[in-house]
């Protein structure tokens, strides 16, 4: 996962959550889909970039119910988010979610997967310093 600066910067700009960002936020409202169980809307910033690849499109699923790990859905909202995944894996998608108790998730106690497309050719080389994020692409 990689933030230019200036997406870094509006990514921070969102007022923090006091108890979980997405119970809090109108996920519906931001919502390509809506299912049973779960919310599939646009990342509100995108990721620059993902494996060395510009991304192109940045998904979540984001189960309606607020748990931190799938483990804690029934078997009907498991298999519904598989069913996104696997939708959205056959058309080109990176699937990934962050573990239980990860330093790198943002919102923490709310479970949520990342369906990340890219552009398939990778960057020739990437230099990569950490906050406040600098990227020089050759
Ligand atoms: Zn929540």
Redesign the pocket.
């Known amino acids: 996962m990689f933030h230019y600066r200036k997406t870094f910067k509006t990514y921070n700009s969102f007022p923090k959550a006091t108890t979980?960002a997405?119970?809090e936020d109108d996920l519906a409202g931001r919502s390509i889909e809506i299912t049973e169980h779960a919310y599939l809307m646009p990342n509100r910033v995108f990721y620059d970039l993902w494996e060395q690849r510009e991304v192109i499109d940045h998904l979540l699923i984001v189960p309606k119910q607020?748990v931190a790990s799938l483990s804690q859905l029934d078997s009907d909202a498991k298999l519904q988010i598989m069913e996104i995944m696997a939708e959205y894996e056959s058309r080109g998608y990176n699937v990934y979610a962050r573990a239980v108790g990860s330093k790198q998730r943002t919102v923490a106690?709310?479970q949520h997967t990342h369906l990340i497309k890219t552009k398939p050719q990778q960057a020739n080389a990437v230099l990569a310093m950490q906050k406040p994020y600098i990227l020089v692409k050759f």
């Open positions: 979980c997405f119970c607020h106690s709310h």
